[in-house]
């Protein structure tokens, strides 16, 4: 389904990222991809620094499965 975030969505949008990283480092990295998608969901997480793709994974809510 378009429009839809998965975890292998995100993981694809936050390839180049470099861990720990920012709310605005996962963001550039999602904007950079071009993808509003990826954008829009960590829009909405906490601004943190994340020690890893796991925590991202934990503060973003995802449109497959309940939060």
Not at 19 to 38: C, M, V
Not at 41 to 57: C, G, M, N
């Amino acid at each position: 389904m378009a429009g839809t975030l998965t975890r292998d969505h995100l993981k694809d949008c936050l390839t180049d990222v470099h861990f720990p990283a920012s709310k605005d480092d996962l963001l550039d990295a999602a904007i950079r991809k071009g993808d509003p998608t990826a954008v829009q969901a960590l829009r909405a997480i906490p601004t943190t620094d994340y020690a890893s793709l796991h925590e991202v994974f934990g503060a973003v809510e995802f449109g497959d499965e309940p939060r």
